[in-house]
């Protein structure tokens, strides 16, 4: 049966793959994004471009943050449930630019729980948390049952704020609601500002990367086809994810298999067939230097399996970069 599905951030990497996945089994998919400068407009209006040829899908350019704006662009349209993903990204740029984290992912998330709570047939919304949640904790791997009250960045203080919300939101309203704590996804029609991205462009050009904290770094890098895996198995068999208690669940979707940052370059050397020039640095504020994880509660509910190792996904993300920029 065709369902209706509402994907927040759908001119981003994630919300882009989510919608197309959804489009090719036949869902209806409405889009939102506000299409912001954080990174190449461009990339955000290709990605629309490929999801517009799926008749199924329609599009709105709004700010999730402004809820006037936002419940004026979905006036009249049905959706049951929510993809929620649009969030402002990036762990360093809130340094500079607090305000944009607080309006994109405190009000915006606020907004979106409010417009699902008024909508008539609302079934579950999975919405977008962060491993960088984890903060400062050493225990590996990451647990969800674990204490996350330390985070070192604002990008990780709203999105745990996001799902303190979605529990109060669960609790008063009978809400089904689902967090997903991602962990450093890649992959085709990635995002600018990311590592795999960084240096792929960097190597290709003969410029230096940065390797922060001297290399010194794990991140349990995971493919995006194996976090839409995740995403799409939640919202369609939603019920498996809530036993007793409120409905608000909170999921890791994750690798499971941590990588040394010096290993991922040396992957992606080989693949480029040229080495990288590195340029060593300390840890940046705000960032974690390992991060893995434990992904036994989506597997025992929804069988979650990564099948995508670096061996294969990052070959895979650099032929698409290169037919992408030829």
């Not at 992904?295 to 650099?318: C, H, L, N, Q, W």
Request: glycine fraction near 8%; proline fraction near 4%.
């Amino acid at each position: 049966m065709n369902m209706s599905y509402l994907v927040t951030g759908a001119a981003g990497f994630i919300g882009f793959h989510v919608a197309k996945r959804l489009l090719s089994r036949g869902e209806t998919v409405i889009g939102l994004d506000c299409i912001n400068d954080y990174y190449s407009v461009a990339l955000k209006k290709n990605r629309l471009s490929e999801l517009a040829r799926h008749e199924g899908f329609s599009f709105h350019q709004t700010d999730l943050a402004d809820f006037t704006a936002l419940s004026k662009a979905l006036s009249g349209v049905k959706f049951r449930r929510v993809v929620h993903l649009a969030a402002q990204a990036g762990v360093r740029y809130g340094m500079d630019h607090p305000h944009a984290y607080v309006q994109s992912n405190l009000a915006g998330h606020l907004n979106m729980l409010e417009l699902c709570r008024h909508q008539d047939g609302f079934e579950v919304m999975a919405y977008a948390s962060s491993s960088s949640v984890y903060g400062g904790n050493t225990k590996m791997p990451f647990c969800e049952t674990d204490k996350v009250d330390t985070p070192i960045s604002l990008y990780a203080a709203t999105k745990r704020a996001d799902e303190l919300m979605s529990n109060v939101y669960a609790h008063l309203f009978a809400m089904k609601l689902v967090g997903l704590r991602f962990f450093t996804v890649y992959g085709p029609w990635g995002r600018p500002d990311m590592a795999m991205w960084l240096f792929t462009e960097a190597i290709i050009k003969g410029q230096p990367i940065k390797v922060f904290n001297h290399g010194r770094m794990k991140r349990d890098f995971t493919y995006i086809d194996d976090i839409v895996n995740g995403v799409t198995a939640i919202v369609s068999e939603p019920d498996k994810a809530f036993g007793e208690g409120a409905p608000h669940r909170i999921y890791n979707i994750g690798n499971n298999h941590p990588e040394d940052l010096l290993h991922m370059i040396g992957v992606l050397e080989k693949t480029l067939g040229r080495e990288a020039k590195k340029e060593m640095l300390p840890l940046q504020p705000g960032d974690i230097a390992e991060s893995f994880a434990d992904i036994d509660a989506i597997r025992r509910d929804y069988g979650f399996e990564p099948k995508t190792p670096i061996s294969k996904g990052i070959p895979a993300f650099v032929e698409w970069y290169k037919s992408y920029h030829a």
